[in-house]
């Protein structure tokens, strides 16, 4: 039996909030949309969104208003004048920012008698609506599933836990391991194709050789919450010596060594504080400065 869907609003029209209230209306859900330059909203309007005239018009329209605009400042200028009208209704922020303003949020939300949950998109325009897109949600359980319907519009949404915090937490989190991933395989890249290799022969090749790298995150996890590393893979002494390969490598083909050395720096770090026989994920703890290597 087919249920009604939940109406939505989508405060914010910029290219990821369109994507988002496009998600809304191709789902079935009832979507009011507002956007400051009110043009923004023609093509939704066209597909069947309703436009709102104001802000607090738009957040009285629906239970549930999702708002993503530039960062929490704009957020925050644009819904505090209307702060009366979120009582008894559901905020879902998907602006990008960090845990600490997440918190603050969340209790100025909470002040005004609205149900909260802080979010962080985990993809591009292009991804949302679909189901293998990560959506994060930190906050009440019980909100998560009371509009899971809507959410699951959007991408999987996967709720991270209570702390309104985590969902920012996690996108810084994963932001960094990204930029870390592509530049080691940029670096890589540029490595080969000095060889006259091209970059779409190497790519499959590392590609296959980031699945056997998962697999040693799946050793080390345990290892950090332990707080003990045993070196019975690959050491960090061994891990220092094939690193110099690498830079070696890189110098003859005059490649920038900026990166692996970095690396090489951590490694050496820890091995002076007492970790050389240790797994390479002891260099968790000179990046917690828990150890300096001095």
Not at 196 to 204: D, I, L, Q, S, V
Not at 254 to 279: N, Q, Y
């Amino acid at each position: 039996m087919n249920r009604e869907r939940e109406a939505v609003t989508v405060v914010g029209l910029g290219s990821m909030g369109s994507a988002l209230a496009a998600a809304l209306l191709e789902q079935g859900h009832p979507t009011t949309v507002w956007n400051r330059s009110p043009r923004k909203a023609d093509a939704l309007v066209a597909r069947g969104a309703r436009r709102a005239e104001s802000v607090a018009e738009a957040v009285a329209a629906s239970p549930l208003t999702i708002v993503c605009v530039l960062d929490y400042g704009v957020m925050h200028e644009l819904l505090d004048p209307v702060a009366g009208t979120l009582a008894g209704r559901t905020l879902v922020n998907l602006t990008s920012g960090s845990p600490e303003q997440a918190h603050e949020t969340a209790a100025w939300a909470r002040g005004h008698g609205a149900d909260y949950l802080d979010g962080a998109i985990m993809t591009t325009p292009p991804g949302v609506g679909s189901p293998e897109m990560m959506f994060f949600y930190s906050g009440s359980s019980e909100v998560v599933e009371a509009h899971r319907p809507a959410l699951s519009a959007l991408g999987d949404p996967l709720h991270l836990g209570t702390d309104p915090g985590l969902a920012s937490l996690y996108d810084a989190a994963l932001l960094g391991l990204m930029w870390a991933t592509l530049t080691g395989w940029l670096h890589g890249t540029a490595l080969v194709t000095a060889e006259n290799t091209e970059a779409t022969a190497f790519t499959p090749v590392a590609i296959r050789w980031l699945t056997a790298v998962t697999g040693f995150m799946a050793t080390y996890a345990p290892q950090v919450d332990a707080g003990r590393y045993p070196g019975d893979d690959a050491t960090v002494d061994v891990q220092i010596a094939a690193i110099d390969h690498l830079l070696h490598a890189a110098q003859a083909r005059g490649v920038d060594t900026a990166l692996p050395a970095l690396l090489k720096s951590f490694m050496e770090r820890a091995k002076g504080a007492g970790h050389g026989s240790d797994s390479y994920g002891s260099v968790i703890e000179v990046l917690r400065g828990s150890s300096d290597g001095k």
